[in-house]
């Protein structure tokens, strides 16, 4: 259960990150940008601690699990809890991009693809065939949640070891 309610938790976070930064896209984005990137590390920080430590005190050691919430188990669970908000998280992107402003995300997407295209690291064709599954709702899904657990990933390295319950 805390595994699910971790990963809407985070993803509904994510997906309120993107809202804030859509609303004030027309504010000076040098400092506002940095807050809401704090924003987006502290809410993955938050949910992996809070739902890691609350899934570590339902899992005493006992003979199916010996070692405890191990760093492993936590490790596994904070990738899950990622994976799970990609899902969340994708689908309020594909709304916001789709339903709410397609002009502005288009935007967006056009200046990425111009930016890879410029860089030599993708094709005008390549960048084609891209942008098309950027219209593709289980593709930007699965995107995020490549991106949630490569990102999550990351920072759960660090949040496994504080939410570890080791066997005495």
């Known amino acids: 259960m805390e595994l699910l309610t971790g990963g809407m938790v985070l993803g509904v976070a994510m997906v309120a990150v993107l809202v804030v930064r859509y609303l004030t896209r027309g504010v000076a984005s040098g400092t506002l940008g940095a807050l809401l990137s704090m924003a987006s590390l502290a809410a993955i920080v938050a ?21 405890g919430f191990t ?18 998280y ?13 002009v502005y995300f288009g935007q967006i997407l056009d200046q990425v693809a111009r ?7 993708m ?7 891209a942008v098309g599954a950027m219209h593709n709702q289980w ?27 080791r066997a005495f």
Do not use: K, N
């Not at 760093?71 to 969340?88: E, K, M, N, Q």
């Not at 699965?142 to 939410?163: C, D, E, K, Y």
């Open 123 to 129: 094709t005008p064709e390549q960048v084609g065939e």
């Open 139 to 165: 593709m930007v899904i699965v995107g995020h949640m490549v991106a949630m657990v490569m990102q999550g990933g990351f920072v759960a390295l660090f949040t496994s070891a504080v939410v570890r319950r």
């Open 90 to 102: 994708g689908m309020g992107y594909f709304v916001m991009a789709e339903g709410v402003d397609p």
């Open 47 to 67: 949910v992996l601690v809070v739902y890691g430590r609350r899934a570590a005190a339902l899992c005493p050691p006992d003979q199916r699990h010996p070692g």
């Open 115 to 121: 930016a890879y295209v410029e860089a030599g690291w």
């Open 71 to 88: 760093y492993g188990r936590a490790f596994g669970f904070s990738l899950l809890v990622c994976l799970l908000s990609g899902v969340v």
